[in-house]
């Protein structure tokens, strides 16, 4: 079964505007973490932001924050006042503590072009 | 800090061929992570490596799939009789596994394969 679902199609965002990226997890476990990386067209991955299962408050790095609803399993990327550096392809991760070993499991990517 | 670096950056190969991938994590992290990048699979886990514990091989997709951490530090990847489903991008990742705060991952650049 897939952990992570990321199913928004390519964005085009404009410059300066905010943007959100869709994430639904699938965990049994009661304590996991969810990541937010971003992979520009270099190929590097880039570590953006962390959320806690047991964080009261969604997270925040900068212009990134985290839409935590963990009812919902869901834990949404917004990005605000977009950038042209900003375009990239974007995974959502998570890691389970059952499995004892950290590994990650990602969703497919959401690809991002911001346009000026 | 340096962070993690990957050799070679591309890789072309025949099928058939042995190759060897090397990760050097950020100083000082315990952990080190291998993962593949490709088109129709995404990112896959591969093999975690924790200080002087056994690894854990769960992810490796066969028995052609071989790694090793030398010193808790520098780690080889090495593929056997290469094929060309094994072409993808081979990400490698490290962390603190402090036991504590996000044990986020930090990715190398990712070694590009081709197996013509």
């Known amino acids: 079964a897939q952990k992570i679902t990321q199913t928004q199609p390519g964005m085009f965002v404009q410059e300066k505007e905010a943007v959100t990226l869709d994430c639904t997890y699938d965990?049994?476990?009661?304590?996991?973490?969810l990541f937010w990386y971003k992979q520009p067209s270099s190929g590097e991955m880039i570590f953006l932001i962390y959320?806690?299962?047991?964080?009261?408050q969604n997270a925040t790095e900068g212009r990134y924050s985290l839409n935590f609803q963990k009812a919902r399993k869901s834990a949404n990327l917004v990005i605000s006042a977009s950038q042209l550096g900003d375009s990239a392809m974007y995974f959502c991760?998570?890691?389970?503590?059952?499995?004892?070993?950290?590994?990650?499991?990602f969703g497919k990517g959401n690809q991002v072009v911001v346009i000026p | 800090g340096a962070g993690v670096s990957q050799s070679p950056s591309n890789k072309v190969t025949e099928k058939g061929k042995d190759v060897e991938l090397r990760c050097d994590p950020i100083?000082?992290?315990?952990?080190l992570y291998w993962y593949r990048q490709s088109l129709g699979q995404g990112l896959e886990f591969l093999i975690y490596?924790?200080?002087?514990?056994?690894?854990?091989k769960s992810g490796l997709p066969s028995d052609r799939f071989s790694a090793e951490r030398t010193g808790g530090s520098v780690s080889t990847l090495t593929i056997q009789r290469t094929q060309q489903e094994d072409s993808a991008v081979y990400l490698c990742?490290?962390?603190?596994?402090?036991?504590?705060?996000?044990?986020?991952?930090?990715f190398g650049p990712g070694t590009r394969l081709t197996v013509l």
């Open positions: 100083s000082g992290h315990t952990a």
């Open positions: 490596f924790q200080g002087n514990s056994a690894p854990d």
């Open positions: 965990t049994s476990d009661q304590s996991y973490g």
């Open positions: 990742a490290s962390s603190g596994n402090s036991g504590g705060g996000t044990d986020t991952q930090y």
């Open positions: 991760a998570m890691r389970e503590a059952l499995y004892g070993n950290n590994r990650l499991a």
């Open positions: 959320q806690g299962s047991y964080d009261e």
